[in-house]
């Protein structure tokens, strides 16, 4: 069934040539490289929308899909953009959170191919870093789709209208264009899940229901950060009648909360799968509100402190550190003991800059020489 607030899919020109821009792009990204056996929907976030070339089988040329989202795909052209998007924010959004960190969201493969093998080695091995990826890139389709529906983009959902002119027990109404996260998180639970579940229903891999559990975890943190909005009405702004609507917030606000619970992640050991299992079916069972759902991991993550290609791991050779010791880049734990360079680097640039009538810029040279610490 689909969320509350969809409609039947129409024939919007927009739409289409959104649609066609995608799948252009697509195309274009196959033709920069071979795209490995291992890879996943999420390669989808490192295609950027050029010429607007399309066909009839464009989604099944497209790297990484199962048949279920192949079918997402040619049944929702129009929303594939978002995925497309959402996967890149959620990925510039891993950036951001491990910039600082000894592993910091790239690969040798990231760098070599300009992404074509986002990640490499790296969502093989179901780490913390791995349950991050799939959070985070679960929770980029989420924000996405739900921004799009509410900003008109896409004909198979509106606004959430479902409680529009209900009065709440303090007496505001609802009212406004709420955000609808319901079928935000309904489309990305089918095209995102949809490998992991069958992946699962072949083999019962206890990797695709920790898989499961993040993708999830993702998507809550979403709807839990959603904001309540009010406007009043009345004479000399007394507020005599106040209406209320749902809100995203910022996806940097969704990446922090992830961060932390990346930092509080639980250790699936072999003892308690079998209870990651009974979880994952009660989840399936309720599918209600759950703030306590943790983000979990299989195997512990390797050293990412020295270079090792076969793994995927850049090292921290040549990274710029702080010697300050309660910096979170610090160089005492960025260079794991190996000691770092300092380079005196000088900056000169234009400062003070003045207007001078009529009709002049006068600046200063202003010289600033600082330390740059990289590690050895």
């Known amino acids: 069934m689909m969320a509350t607030g969809s409609r039947r899919r129409g024939s919007n020109p927009r739409e289409w040539s959104l649609a066609a821009l995608w799948l252009g792009a697509a195309i274009g990204l196959l033709s920069q490289g071979p795209v490995g056996a291992s890879a996943t929907w999420m390669y ?19 790297p990484g899909l199962v048949y279920q989202q192949l079918r997402v795909c040619e049944e929702n052209p129009h929303t594939m953009p978002c995925v497309s ?7 510039e959004e891993c950036h951001h959170q491990f910039k600082k960190e000894r592993w910091n969201c790239t690969t040798p493969e990231d760098e070599a191919t300009g992404g074509i093998n986002l990640f490499g080695q790296i969502l093989k091995r179901g780490t913390k870093e791995t349950a991050f990826m799939y959070a985070v890139t679960s929770a980029g389709v ?3 789709v739900t921004k799009a529906c509410s900003s008109g983009n896409l004909t198979d959902c509106t606004c959430d209208l479902s409680q529009q002119g209900q009065t709440s027990g303090e007496g505001w109404k609802w009212g406004g264009c709420s955000d609808n996260v319901d079928y935000g998180m309904w ?8 490998p992991e579940k069958l992946r699962h229903t072949a083999s019962k891999d206890i990797r695709s229901l920790m898989n499961l559990q993040n993708n999830a975890v993702g998507r809550q943190v979403i709807n839990d950060q959603m904001n309540l909005k009010c406007r009043c009405h009345g004479v000399s702004g007394s507020c005599a009648v106040k209406t209320c609507w749902r809100t995203l917030t910022s996806f940097r ?85 190996r000691g770092y360079n300092t380079e005196v680097v000088r900056f000169v640039e234009r400062c003070q800059c003045k207007f001078v009538w009529c009709c002049e810029v006068k600046c200063k040279i202003c010289e600033t020489i600082t330390d740059k610490q990289t590690c050895k």
């Open 44 to 62: 989808l976030g490192i295609a950027h929308l050029g010429s607007a070339t399309t066909s009839t089988h464009s989604c099944h040329i497209l």
């Open 85 to 91: 998007y959402g996967a890149r924010v959620g990925i």
């Open 142 to 144: 989420v924000h996405a």
């Open 187 to 194: 489309f990305a639970e089918t095209f995102v899940d949809a």
């Open 253 to 337: 606000e969704a990446g922090n909360e992830l961060k932390q619970k990346y930092e509080n992640s639980i250790s699936i050991a072999e003892k308690s799968k079998r209870k990651l299992r009974q979880r994952q079916r009660r989840q399936r069972q309720r599918r209600t509100s759950n703030n306590g759902l943790d983000m979990v991991y299989i195997e512990d993550s390797p050293n990412y402190c020295r270079k090792n290609m076969k793994r995927g791991i850049l090292g921290t050779k040549g990274r710029e550190c702080e010697r300050d010791p309660d910096a979170r880049d610090s160089c005492n734990t960025l260079c794991c003991g």
